[in-house]
Every structure is written in structure tokens, then in C-alpha cells.
């Protein structure tokens, strides 16, 4: 028992502190965890990011990932300032190859005055308060296009920091792919046809080699990436840039698909409580054995065209399967097949693989309710009126009592999509609706606000593929059933 003073007085219940002047967080009682709510910061705080590369080596792609993680889950505020966008503005979209030739002198007039207008904006943008990191996106291919950036920015008073990001790709393979994915379904080559647009871009593509100069120590602070695979740093020093190499040796500008599901109906769902540690109903097990059957006849196939007779066939490759460590998840994927195959991956190596062998992680654990654990909503509107009110204000920062907020789901959830970024075999993750909510925010370039809010029915399976100007969606229903409860019965304001 604490000695009695005047600042503690002793009740029947126990102890009552005297506290006139208590410790305010400002961001309310259900506060984020620091690491996700950003901070105040100086001009030395900030960073500027630099892209360089040819085309056609994913620097769009790696601009966004980057301004994504850091927007969505730390909630730094960034933007990125892409050359190709000003060009488009200037001189229109489809311009032939001819118009990136450098001996072109009213082309690179005007070329110029795009990057100008970039810059420009980059600079007013750094100038604001809260703004944390800027990104320019551009070739940026010779040594005195890099000279006049840096120079320009500490005229223009922008003390932040500085890093070269390089992308680097004389894997023909790869290259082939991100024409074919990117660079076709860009506004530059709307509606031509795909050989005469691949034809003109290899010819844009060698105006930028004859001049290009690979980055070296002498341009300071940078990161090179080549093919993906082999990443070389130089002179990056603190916090948040150093996070930024960790995330970049992450990506690949492969293409990449996730397919996401919740666990098939459980005892919790049809009763209409939240959280807990139930077993599927006998619709959720339905849906086990349509989940099954689709991730073999589907999920582990792929389209492959035979070189020498033009065929169509599919072909096995391999997966993987994530869920949660709770009974529903795993009870969901039990009689997903796990045969073994050699496969030839793309380092070259051939390995045994267990195809879709489960790896249970706990980040994929449902949203923790906390004392609320095994409720229904309208329980905790009986029992717990206030929390209930404050949920209802503010879903994404509120915590359940002894329990979880949107804000901490986030924040063990951040590793998952850093994997995700790094798989390059297709993964099928069966977890739950809060975890569902923010991976799909995730990717989809929702805000963080709208993550709760996301819907994600039972029965479905969600398939993603990110790339470089945004994510493609597609859902199938693998189990009809009208007025299944799930357990998600939150008044019309939750949703």
C-alpha cells in the first residue's frame, strides 16, 4: 500500500489520485502508438528522394511503394513529383521517339521546361510544415542533370537531405515484362497498337542510353538497385532514410498476385459475437472445401503459351499460404493440398517445394477487443456506452478496453506488407476482416481513415495485383449464402 500524502486519498475501492494537472496526449485516449502518427520536424528532418534510371526500369513503380509505405503506415506526409506527368501537360502525350532525341534542341527546350515546373512545385511543397519527404521522378541521366537538382535545391533554401534512388535493369527478361505490364498501358501509348508502341519505346529508350552516366560517389547519398537482386548503398545515415534502404531491398517490379479471404463461418459469426477463438459452422467448413478446390484449380495454375507450337496449357507453379494462428483460420485451410514439386526458380537454383505448406503468423491475428472479447455489438452498447460512443466517432484510433485500435493493427500488420512487397510467388492469406481491412487499404492507395471501414465479405476470395499506377481487383464468391451472419452487425455509421 502507497504511503497516504495529500495527493492520494484512500476510497472503499481503492485508491483515488489527485491529479490537477495530468498528462495530456493529444491525440485523445485512445492514442496511436508514436511510431505510426508522424512528428514535427525540421528542414534538416526532411528528405528528398531523386530518381534515376532508364526508362522502363520501374522508378515509377519504386517512387510509389515508397511514398505508400511511408503515407499509409507512418503517416509521413509525401508526394511525388513525376517529370512525365509535367511533359504530358505541356506538349500532350503521344510523342514520338524522335522528341527525346538530345540533339533535338526544341524538344529538350521543352523537356526542360517540364522538369522546371517539377522542381518548382517540389521546392513550394518541401517549403510547408508537416511535410516530411519529396520525391522527384525523372531519368535524370547525366551528372550535370544531378549537379543542377542538388544546386537548385540548396538555392532554393531546402536543407533537407538528399538521396539518389537508381534503378538499374539489363536483365532482358525483366525489362520485357515491364514494357509489356507499364509502359504500354500508359497515356503516351493509348490505343496504339502494342508492337508499333514497343518498337517506338526501345527507340525513346536508346535516345536516354546515348547520353546516360551511371550514378557515382561523387553525387553523393544513394542507393542503386540492379535487376532487383543486388542493391549497393553509399554515405545514407539516420533514421528514416536508412528505413527507406531497408524497404527498398524489399521491392521487385515483378508482377505479383495476393489472394485474400476470410476464414469461412465460424461458431462466433452465427452467434454474433466479435473476436474469440471459435471453429467454423457447417458453412464455414462448406467454404473450407470450396477454398481447397479453388486455390488447386486455380490459385497453383498458371497460363503458360508453348514457344514452339503457340498452345495454351497450364502449368503448376508454386504458392504460398498464410493464416492467423486462431482455430477458424486454420480450420479455413485444411484441405488446401500441399503436394511437393521441383521447381527452377529464377536465381537459377532448383529446389523441393511444398506447395502452399501454411506458415501461421500471429500478425494476422483478428483486431484484439480486449474486455470486450466474445461480445456482441449490442452488449458493448449495454455494458460499455462510452466506449461503444467513442468507437463510433473515431474507429481508426480507438482502442478497446485492455485491447487493440486500428492504430496497433497497423503497426504489426507493417512487416506482413513488407513481405508481401518481397514475395514474388503468388500468396494466399486467410486471416480476418480487421486484418483484411488494412492490408486492402494498404494496397488498393486507400487513406488510413478509410481502412476500417473497408468491407470484406465471408465467402470471397479477393485477388490483388499491384503495379506501377495503381492495383488491380477481382472477387469471387465461392459459397452463395443470403443472410449469413458474420458477426459484423455494426450500426450504419460503423461501416
Known sequence: MPPANNDVSSTGSGYQVD???PHINPEGENAAPLEV???????????VIIMVGLPA???THIAKRICRYLTFFH??????????????????????ASFYDHSNTDAVAQRHVACNAALNDLIEYMKQDGVRMGMYDATNSTRERRKWLINTLREAGIGA???FVESICDDEKILE????????????????????????????REQYMNVYEPLEDADGSYVKIINCKKFITNNIRGYLPLKLVHFIMNLHTLPRTFYLTR?????????GKIGGDSGLSSAGLEYARRLGAFAKEVIAQEKVVDEETGEEKRVPRPCRLWTSTLRRTKETAQFIDNEEFEHLFDNGETLNWVQFRRMER???DEIYAGSCDGMTYKEIEAVYPDEFKRRQDDKLSYRYPRGESYMDVMLRVEPLALCMERTREPVLIVCHQGILRVLYAYFMGMSREEAPHVKVPLNYVIKLQPHAYGCHEERTCLLEKFNMDDGQDEPVTYL
Not at 37 to 47: E, N, P
Not at 80 to 85: E, L, P
Not at 178 to 202: H, M
Open 362 to 364: 500471429r500478425n494476422l
Open 177 to 204: 515484362a515491364n514494357i509489356k505490364t507499364v509502359k504500354l498501358s500508359t497515356p503516351d501509348y493509348k490505343g496504339i497498337d502494342p508492337e508499333e508502341a514497343i518498337k517506338d519505346f526501345r527507340k525513346r
Open 37 to 47: 502518427i508522424g512528428a514535427t520536424v525540421t528542414q534538416s528532418d526532411k528528405l
Open 19 to 21: 491529479n490537477p494537472m
Open 263 to 271: 476464414h469461412g463461418q465460424s461458431g462466433y459469426n452465427v452467434l
Open 75 to 96: 503517416d509521413i506526409p509525401s508526394q511525388i513529383f513525376n517529370v512525365g506527368d509535367y511533359r504530358r501537360k505541356l506538349v500532350g502525350a503521344q510523342m514520338p
Open 161 to 163: 537531405k538528399k538521396i
Open 57 to 59: 526500369t520501374g522508378k
